[in-house]
């Protein structure tokens, strides 16, 4: 089974409202990945949590917060956000064995529309 | 710094008619080239990782080759089903970076029945 799940499909907000992304895989990845992918252009890397710890921030702004509870769920908390901020968030994981990694799969996406 | 491009960017084919989609990398010390496909508004759907030069993975009508330079995906007699964007992308060496890819553009490939 090679499923990342990713809730909700669909978000929309306002400029003042909080919402949280939710990702789970259940594969034993250590690694997990949150992409921002706006139209018509490639997966853009946000975040990369190893063993559960914040190994990689792309500079990144701060109302965007990753949060990885366990080893098989990882949020992305979200504040103020811009309308340019809407797009298909992805959370992806892979396989990590010290400092191997492995390919990484990727969930649905949510889409996400900031109003 | 590293780079990854793909050509062409829209590929239009006839059912049955084969073609190859190419990426050109430039990734100091390669440690994978994976490629990926995307329908739209749903996430990369991973297909192949290729690891050293002349390597080939296959499956069903797809075919990954690599060399030190370029990998290719070679499509054999495409059927609609097949129209999607295929990704690209390169890691590179190193202990820190987590599996952190090096995307292309992607190639929008459409079949038409």
């Known amino acids: 089974d090679t499923e990342v799940t990713q809730t909700p499909k669909h978000l929309v907000m306002g400029m003042t409202n909080k919402k949280s992304l939710k990702c789970e895989q259940h594969?034993?990845?250590?690694?997990m990945y949150w992409y921002k992918q706006k139209a018509k252009k490639p997966p853009e890397l946000m975040f990369v949590y190893s063993y559960e710890k914040l190994s990689i921030n792309e500079s990144v702004p701060s109302r965007f917060s990753p949060e990885c509870p366990n080893s098989s769920l990882l949020n992305l908390h979200l504040h103020a956000l811009q309308p340019e901020d809407s797009a298909l968030y992805l959370c992806?994981?892979?396989?990590?064995?010290?400092?191997?990694?492995?390919?990484?799969?990727f969930g649905p996406g949510t889409r996400l529309t900031v109003t | 710094e590293d780079q990854v491009t793909q050509s062409p960017e829209a590929l239009r084919l006839q059912e049955g008619e084969s073609s190859s989609l190419n990426c050109s990398y430039t990734?100091?010390?390669?440690?994978?080239l994976f490629w990926y496909r995307q329908d739209p508004g749903k996430g990369p759907e991973f297909l192949f990782t290729l690891y050293s030069a002349g390597e080939e993975k296959e499956k069903e009508r797809l075919k990954a080759t690599l060399t030190k330079k370029e990998s290719f995906l070679h499509i054999t007699a495409p059927k609609p089903e097949d129209s999607a964007t295929y990704l690209c992308?390169?890691?590179?060496?190193?202990?820190?970076?987590?599996?952190?890819?090096?995307f292309g553009q992607g190639t929008i490939l459409t079949v038409h029945p």
């Open positions: 992806a994981s892979s396989q990590l064995l010290g400092t191997a990694v492995g390919e990484q799969y």
């Open positions: 990734v100091s010390g390669l440690r994978g």
């Open positions: 992308a390169a890691r590179r060496a190193g202990g820190t970076s987590y599996g952190k890819l090096t």
């Open positions: 594969m034993g990845h250590r690694a």
